[in-house]
């Protein structure tokens, strides 16, 4: 399926392409002073660097002392003043270098800073002295009364001095390192950037997904919902026509309507036979559709397990001996307590259970039900880590179902739970059965507040390990709690 | 303006966007490595390489070069033309590996043309086709048509053994209506062949929809030839556009002539 998304929203060409690029994105301000601090400590001229917009991005102005002496004048400061004004102003021209002279006959150079082709921002050289001015010029001498010829001439000669020719070599110098500079913050702007970019694309892409699989997720949960509801309006009409077949079969067979051969009461047993065994098909599928939808009601007491236990071996005793099984149970009665629950649905979960083991257990095999208490945490798979921190440990009863049958693959165990899921379908054919009991029982137990999980048992067969909360102690907090009488479990 | 050539009379410039696309590994980057080191510094910017520690493509590679109009068409060509008219050309690569999809798609947005770079291995020939299928899946994603783009195919790593031989290609690229060049980038060849066949198909469309040539001032032939010039070139550009397989053959000789 192709995911139409809609354009993606920042462009790498915003990035790269137009003329938007500004001196101050692209430089880090401390960086470029101290380069310009570098380069002044090496030739003695003072460096500015501004950008397009006027920001002065790094300043290392120092005061020659021709300079001072000229701004201790009213009239020299006026005039400094107007010189540093106008180089602030001044362009660097078509050809991006121009000289701007100063009146006490120093100079600055004026430079275009270029980058990918544009300009960007200028570079102020200066001031420095052209080395052909080698004493005051009128011009700094009529500025003010006050200024002294001599004084003059003496700080004229403390002033750098360098060649036009000097001056180009070195600014050159200076630009190719801040066009490295540049480039490099061009680079990780880009960069970061586009890294943002990515990340908000692809998030914008898992949350389209996500939408979608929200709405496919929305449209499965009304489907199986729909399902349960078709299921539990066809079970109970198939159940009504079906409970006419029994009762109608069984009146033959007692004789109702006449005599009949032994041959005939033969079939119809039969036909009565396999009309309970539909009708039991019907009605785990009402449990598990009455489960799905949480209508199925429950009289919660409390329970002694071990009657419970002994009702079901004897109901299934006759089963197991036919197939040569060995069947026996081991409880202490004393010790076990009671747990809170439904007795007629916790004979169902442990009928469903020992049927299964014994049809799974091949004979002269055998299948033990053993109950004990365990502590809440006894399973030895959570650690106990903040366990004080938790509700206070409860008391379980644990049922064990232990058979030694042929074994459930561990990878099976996941899935050996759900509705209609059979370990290998082959197995329909020969044991029989939906693949609804397991469902239905794990939901039964989870009603009670219990667990059922699956161990081996080594060296062959299966332990179905059936944990339900006690009721002696702290009743109160826990299957009360859970399990109110008339309870409806969670839908 | 999504997806077409930038005009920005302000600023005199016309940018155009070419992309390299391609499977991973293709020589996307050897490309451009290779056009940077076969053209002259006047014209060419750096190459600005966003990659891994193991040298692949993280977000995209971009080789900038500037090509200013030459004032030697004079009359009336030159009427109303705006002087000093730059034509800006940025050349990207996209990251080929399957996981940058959406930097792929980020990158590819707003280009003037393509260049698919494919490996000629044989073993590669499921990847060209993944990646091709990929382009157009994108392209449609941002409104463009595979068919509408101005494309160049480039079968690269000549040099390898297994590869696709020359008849192979040349019956590949007749079925196609793409010009198809050959190329062993990490040497340098056919290099300058495909960036100057895309730019060639790229120009027609673009002159033909926006009158480039006459916002440069110059005549629609002069550009592959000025271009060259100032890339530093001495090979002759209808050469150059000679070695391609397939696609139209009016252009040698628009050009030639």
Known sequence: MTIEAPPPSVRVDDLVLDGRLHLEDLVDRDGLDELCRSFVALFGIPVRIYSNEGGLLADTAIEHELCAYVNTTVEGRKACAATVGAVKARDAGESGDVLHPCFTGAAYRILALEYDGRRVGRLIVGPFLPPQVTEPLPSLLSIDAAIDKDRAQVLLGKMPRAKAETVTRITTHLKSALDLILFSGHKSFVTSKMHLASVRESYRQLEDKTARLQEAFDRLKELDRLKSNFLATVSHELRTPLTSIIGYSEMLVEGLAGELKPEQIEFVKTIHAKGGQLLSLIMSLLDLSKMESGTMRMTMRPVRIEAVMKEVVSTLLPTARKRGVKLQMSADASSLGEVRGDPERLRQVFINLVENAIKFTPSEGSVTLRAAMVDEDGDGGDDDAGLALLAPTRALVEVRVVDTGIGIPKREWGRIFDPFYQVDSSSTREYGGTGLGLSIVKRLVESHGGTIRIEDNPPRGTVFVVTLPQTSAGADVTSDARAPAESRPDG | ?257
């Open chain 2, 1 to 257: 303006m999504r997806g077409i050539v930038q005009i920005n009379f302000g600023g005199r410039e016309i940018a155009l966007k070419l992309v390299y696309y391609g499977p991973a590994l293709s020589g996307k980057t050897t490309n451009l490595r290779s056009l940077h080191h076969l053209t002259t510094e006047t014209s060419r910017g750096r190459l600005m390489t966003l990659e891994t520690r193991d040298d692949r493509t993280l977000f995209f590679d971009m080789l900038p070069l500037t090509l200013r109009a030459e004032t030697s068409v004079t009359g009336a060509d030159r009427a109303g033309t705006p002087a000093g008219m730059t034509l800006r050309i940025k050349i990207f690569t996209v990251p080929g590996q399957v996981l940058h999809a959406s930097t792929r798609r980020l990158v590819l947005q707003g280009a003037d043309g393509v260049a698919f770079i494919a490996d000629s291995q044989i073993s590669e020939t499921e990847h060209n086709a993944a990646s091709f299928l990929d382009l157009r899946r994108n392209l449609k994603e941002l409104n463009l048509s595979v068919k509408e783009l101005p494309l160049v195919i480039q079968f690269n790593k000549r040099d390898l053994d297994r590869i696709r031989s020359d008849e192979e290609l040349a019956a590949l690229a007749s079925r196609g209506r793409e010009p198809v060049f050959r190329a062993s980038a990490v040497n340098g060849d056919g290099v300058l062949e495909t960036f100057f066949g895309l730019l060639d198909v790229t120009w027609r469309k673009l002159d033909r929809e926006h009158q480039l040539a006459k916002l440069l001032g110059i005549a629609s032939t002069e550009l592959l030839p000025m271009a060259a010039r100032q890339l530093g070139l001495e090979t002759d550009v209808a050469t150059l556009l000679s070695s391609c397989l397939g696609g139209t053959t009016q252009r040698t000789a628009e050009v030639s002539s």
